[in-house]
């Protein structure tokens, strides 16, 4: 059984920054890529950032320069630095693992940005 357990959320002002930290529970031999996503009210889930197990990461276009995703594979932890944070970055953020054709989910943690 694999759980991913997401911490780091919380409330900030415009301008402000965070660290997500989604830590892999369970026995887990290897992944193919892990990221986050995000879903505001109203709108649909949306990709924010991943990273492969080879360390290729890839962002949307709209945190690009703000937001770092990165790993610590001792830890079993990938993280998710966000600077500058906008309100518009106010959403459930979602840690997510693909391992061939499976898929996990963490449970979402809410960033809530202030203007």
């Known amino acids: 059984q694999v759980q991913l357990v997401e911490s780091g959320g919380g409330l900030v002002q415009a301008g402000g920054s965070l660290r997500l930290s989604c830590t892999i529970r369970?026995?887990?031999?290897?992944?193919?890529?892990m990221g986050w996503y995000r879903q505001a009210p109203g709108k649909q889930r949306e990709l924010v950032a991943i990273?492969?197990?080879?360390?290729?990461?890839n962002y949307q276009d709209s945190v690009k320069g703000r937001f770092t995703i990165s790993r610590d594979n001792a830890k079993n932890t990938v993280y998710l630095q966000m600077y500058s944070l906008k309100p518009e970055d106010t959403a459930v953020y979602y840690c997510?693992?693909?391992?061939?054709?499976?898929?996990?989910w963490g449970q979402g943690i809410q960033v809530t940005v202030s203007s």
């Open positions: 997510h693992l693909a391992q061939g054709p499976m898929r996990y």
């Open positions: 369970g026995t887990i031999s290897s992944w193919d890529l």
């Open positions: 990273i492969s197990s080879g360390g290729s990461t």
